[in-house]
């Protein structure tokens, strides 16, 4: 031992003395070379025993490096390449004593062992926390000593990205998937276009942005977008990689999933197609696998079952061609969830069967622990309660349960998957009640919801179906209570459910197929529990119908507060607030600058969150200005009150629990009771209803036969809706009986929400009792009704400031012919007697049928949606008459129909995009312009009564169902007549409401026993 310290003295004196003098002389003697055989020998015989000499190893290292600056260039390579040999041990221990110069080149011979490593550990069982750190250090050693420029640097740092990848699977630890992604980012700087790593680079660049986004909070989805670019970038970069082509599908697949925009769904699919049709025979399991998803994702689009058998087969290949691949629980659990998928459509026990022993040797096969483990075990726990549910066999719930709490062993609590297995779990739990009958699993299912619900990290959706459940367990035992405070979570949680930064379709499908009943159970479950007075009660009540009810027209009132007063103060942040609001109410169906109106820049994609980050930004900014904390805010509570000054506020509520009607008035807030408006009975009334209607129009129906229903469900609604509802307001003080001689009647502004607003409440009562005494039994008798989705709806048709002008401008679109539809034979009628009710007004009328020979209307032109879009700003007053179409699937695309509808529609999407300062009335001729559409989206309130009020008019006459041709002319004119405060042409919008009430009223007293003639009309608004 001491010749070997005196041998490595000696040897260090000697390379000391070069580095400090510059002396080369003394690395050259004899002495020295002897001293360096002698070293040799004994690092030699060292690493025969199995030992590494690190000191020496460096020693003979530098000495070599330091003869190679001075031998002449054939000896000098061998002394450099021997340098690197004994130094690249030292280098993976961490030495700190290596020569710089020589760094890259000792990188460059370590790098093969680190790609070994790396590889082994990223398929191995699970390793321990020490092995994982020495394995990301190495990694990190080898990207810093690659100088800027380096050949391989973006290689290295590709490579250091995935070993804290491996690390992350390992540990759990976020930070390191935090290095790992900007280590990729690097990568692919470092990258230059063109090269042939390129591509690669950007794939696992997205590859760690996507397990970043599964992993950390899936409400950031800036991660999954920019893996999507990534994506995008690299199958550019090499367009005939069938595996980028898939990854990208599958991301955009990840990404319907979390945003349901269909968008990303249908590129999905056609991109999946593409890549079954080019996908190379080289590489089976890659091959199957991609036919397998292609398939799968087919069939979801079109339904066809040959598509999923078809993957499952493609699964199977994939199984058997990776026996002996790393990949082998992928394939399996991949197989497992499409047979599943199929048995859910074909209820065949050997597709589950299979299922289920898939997914066991999936988790069998996987390394024990870390991320992918835990999602093995959870598809495992899904496929065994699948087949629990079918056959009722408490062994597979008893598996199934075990599956899921294992896998919750190895999944860090503040990791959003947690939560989400947590969700699995309890509903496994809840599950196992019904059969077994002990109620201990539900309240062990409540315990875990709980967890769930409060996780901050997970999905808004897991938290969301946590507390349903949470919600109708505690219903069930019962505990109204607990019930009621799930509930509001619930409720609480819609607008994160379809957050402004995803597309309006994309919004409405989120909350249509999540959203349905959970706030009309809210609101029920808030009024039956106990606790607190019943005044208390119902306002909790009123303040979840607010919150949960017409969450998407909230989002945009948001942004519609008046920038008169901004403008003034802020004209600056006016400019950039309007411009920002313009970007993102734009909507793919239908864009102003498409149509030539406005200047904004459209958004497509991944700019919509950076939008809405920088209007959040914007608000704050405004927000802090003196005058306007308040500005873009709901309005408070006091704000909400306030609105029963010009006459009470009534909200219907119709749940299984209970139903009931919320009534803001000056004296506060109360409720009454509606025990008969079941959703059962309400949906049997909306049926029959829609039904005799239909009969009414037919030409072989019982006409007689419909109108008598329609004048019993009226009835109906006025015994156990209406009347309830008056007798409590005049309770409190509210004059909603039959006011004295010359007295005005009272207002009252009806909400109905859900089913209930599909049936006419204004039009309830018994209209064919005889006389019209001080007791007659209808609303129309009663009070004057307005609608409004909801009270702030209300609040923001009320205080809109529409811009002075000495004379509003007033606007006639009419269609008497109309492309592909019948034409409308009283339309010109119309157009002639209500023109002479404006002042002036500007005429856009379908030319086929507009002049009569004898006059030419000012600004008369082809009503097209550009150039309504270009006249609305102009006009306080619009009347529109034509057809009028509600989509019930999509109804954001109902719409107007004018000249150009087959291309540029007049949608409710397209008036989202208007904000008119004009506006105070409009009068949709047209049917079913109040018809909310989609079953699914009833509590929203999208149509078009709602697109104009939002799009600035206070006031909306509007119809829920198909109206008669003729008989609107009428309507129309006697409307305008009621509506004239002077000389022709001297309108009061303002008496919207009344005038349309004395109209319809008088045209219910000619026809009392038809009440689809008259019933469909309403005023939604101030």
Known sequence: MAEREELLAAMWARIDGVTATGDLSAVLERGSQVEALHLIDRFTKAGNEGEFDLEVACALGWWYHVRSLVLPAQQAEHAREMAVVFLQGCFVAGMDRLPQPLLASIAESV???????????????????????????????????????????????????????????????????????????????????????????????????????????????????????????????????????????????????????????????????????????????????????????????????????????????????????????????????????????????????????????????????????????????????????????????????????????????????????????????????????????????????????EAPTTLPLHRFRAACSSMFWTACIPDLGRAANFAERAVLMLPELAPRRLKRNDQQRALGSHGTTVTADAVALALAAPGGTAQERAVRALRLAEAGRSVLLSQALDTRSDLTDLHQEHPDLAQRFATLRELLDQDSAVTLSALGVGHAQIPVGGQRPQLVAELEALLGRIRSQEGFADFGLPPTSDDLLAEAALGPVVTFNVSGYRSDALLLTRAGISSVSLPKLTPDNVIERVNAFYQALDTSTAPDGDRIAAQKTLREILEWLWEHAAEPVLSALADLGEAVFPAKDGEPLQRVWLAPGGLLGLLPLHAAGFHTDPGDGPQRRTVLDRVISSYTPTIRALHHARTRRPRPTDQPQS???????????????????????????????????????????????????????????????????????????????????????????????????????????????????????????????????IHLTSAFQLAGFPHVVGTLWPINDRLAVEVAESFYTHLTTGPPGTLDPTQAATALHHTIRGLRDRYPATPSLWAAFLHSGA
Request: charged fraction near 25%; hydrophobic fraction near 40%; glycine fraction near 6%.
């Open 111 to 453: 790098y093969p062992h680190a790609c070994d490593v790396l590889w082994r550990a990223y398929y191995a069982p699970i390793l321990n926390a020490s092995d994982l750190s020495e394995l990301v250090t190495l990694w990190r050693r080898i990207v810093r000593a690659a100088p800027l420029g380096h050949p391989k640097r973006a290689d290295w740092l590709a490579q250091l990205g995935t070993a804290l990848e491996v690390r992350f699977r390992g540990t759990g630890e976020l930070t390191d998937l935090d290095d790992s992604v900007e280590a990729q980012r690097a990568a692919v700087r470092a990258t230059p276009q063109g090269h042939p790593d390129h591509s690669k680079h950007l794939a696992l660049l997205a590859n760690s942005l996507q397990l970043r986004f599964a992993s950390t909070s899936h409400e950031q989805l800036a991660d999954l977008d920019e893996a999507v670019e990534a994506y995008r970038a690299a199958v550019d970069a090499s367009p005939g990689d069938a595996s980028h082509l898939s990854a990208l599908a599958d991301a955009l697949a990840d990404r319907f999933q979390h945003t349901g925009r269909q968008a990303d769904l249908n590129e999905a699919l056609e991109l999946h197609s593409s890549t079954i049709r080019t996908s190379p025979d080289s590489d089976p399991v890659r091959t199957a696998t991609h036919m397998a998803s292609g398939f799968r994702n087919l069939f979801r689009q079109t339904g066809n079952l040959e598509n999923l058998n078809h993957a499952v087969e493609a699964c199977r290949l994939a199984v058997r061609a990776a026996k002996d691949d790393p990949g082998l629980p992928l394939r399996l659990d991949a197989l497992g969830e499409v047979l599943r998928e199929r048995f859910t459509h074909t209820e065949r026990m050997e597709d589950l069967d299979e299922a289920v022993e898939a997914s066991r040797n999936a988790v069998r096969a996987s390394p024990k622990g870390g991320h992918d483990y835990a999602g093995r075990l959870l598809v495992l726990g899904n496929t065994l309660r699948s087949r629990f549910t079918s056959t009722w066999e408490s062994r597979d719930l008893q598996e199934a349960l075990e599956a899921y709490r294992a896998a919750l062993r190895v999944t860090p609590h503040d990791s959003p998957n947690h939560a989400m297995l947590l969700t699995e779990l309890g509903d496994a739990l809840s599950s196992g009640w019904v059969p077994e009958g002990d109620v201990q699993y539900v309240h062990e299912a409540l315990s875990v919801w709980g967890d769930a619900v």
């Open 811 to 941: 606007l006639i679109v009419a269609m008497p012919t109309t492309p592909g539809h019948n034409p409308l034979r009283y339309v010109s009628e119309e157009v002639r007697r209500i023109r002479g009710l404006f002042h002036d007004p500007i005429q856009l009328i379908e030319v086929a049928q507009a002049s009569d020979g004898t006059h030419h209307p000012r600004g008369m032109g082809a009503p097209s949606t550009a150039t309504v879009l270009a006249r609305l700003p102009e006009c306080a007053i619009a009347h529109f008459a034509c057809h009028g179409v509600s989509d019930r699937v999509d109804p954001s695309r109902s719409q107007l129909l004018l000249h150009d509808h087959a291309t540029t529609p007049l949608t409710v999407s397209a008036l989202a995009q208007v904000n008119l300062d004009h506006a105070q009335l409009a009068y949709l001729s047209a049917c079913s312009t109040a018809d909310p559409g989609n079953p699914k989206l009833l509590d929203e309130s």
